[in-house]
């Protein structure tokens, strides 16, 4: 367990230095400790919950949420982020699904993001469209969905640098919500005790390790090593999961 809690709090302090959550690393790591899977999407929704709501009020009171479409994509993926947290799935399944996530979320943060100030590209409408699958796939494994949404809303222009963390936060936070609510009523109250009686000390962890990787963030380390260490840890982590559900 002290090296679970040690992790959580490295995952939370690289996930909050580049604007997520760190859901989909949490929930790996859960898997890798051998825990029931039925209870590790209630444990990283609820880690998720408590390091992005803090980015999302910051980004709000700085003026910079674009509400409009923010609010359009958070919107149709709540719904869909509640029924994957709702939907029963097998353990291999589970695995596969969160491994080839993190591969991907890996690979994402590891790429240049050049911010173009050029207009929106035709992609870029069709966003809403993509955000319902988002969030079902969020709710089906434990996370948050706005480490595949940033990458998208970045490639296809949707806005600049900021309003699309801001967007990604809000995100994060809505859907984890819905996913983790989902989860509740699919679990029984054996499952849910057990999860009550793990999350506190994680929740501790993630807490203070967001709070430091927002300041290291802002005042010390550059955003490309903190990007890069993050992607690189990600990638490793999903890749340990598929290896290990073969």
Request: glycine share 12%; aromatic share 10%.
């Amino acid at each position: 367990m002290p090296l679970l809690i040690l992790a959580f709090f490295v995952t939370a302090l690289l996930y909050a230095s580049v604007g997520f959550g760190g859901g989909s690393t949490y929930t790996a790591l859960l898997a890798l400790s051998g825990l029931d899977y039925r209870i590790l999407p209630l444990l990283s929704l609820s880690c998720n919950i408590v390091v992005v709501a803090g980015s999302t009020v910051r980004f709000a009171r700085a003026g910079v949420t674009p509400w409009r479409g923010a609010g359009l994509l958070t919107a149709l993926a709540a719904p869909a982020a509640l029924v994957g947290g709702l939907t029963p799935i097998s353990e291999t399944v589970f695995l596969t699904i969160l491994g080839l996530s993190l591969l991907f979320a890996g690979g994402a943060l590891l790429l240049k993001q050049n911010v173009s100030s050029a207009a929106p590209a035709k992609a870029a409408r069709f966003m809403p469209f993509l955000a319902i699958p988002l969030g079902y796939l969020a709710g089906l494994v434990g996370i948050g969905g706005g480490i595949f949404l940033a990458p998208l809303l970045h490639l296809s222009r949707w806005g600049s640098a900021r309003s699309i963390a801001a967007t990604a936060s809000l995100f994060i936070l809505v859907n984890s919500i819905s996913g983790f609510f989902g989860q509740l009523a699919k679990n029984d109250t054996e499952h849910l005790a057990y999860a009550a009686e793990i999350a506190l000390p994680l929740l501790a962890a993630v807490i203070i390790g967001g709070q430091i990787g927002n300041l290291l963030a802002v005042r010390y380390l550059p955003m490309s090593w903190i990007r890069g260490a993050t992607g690189v840890l990600t990638f490793y982590v999903g890749a340990r999961i598929l290896t290990s559900s073969v």
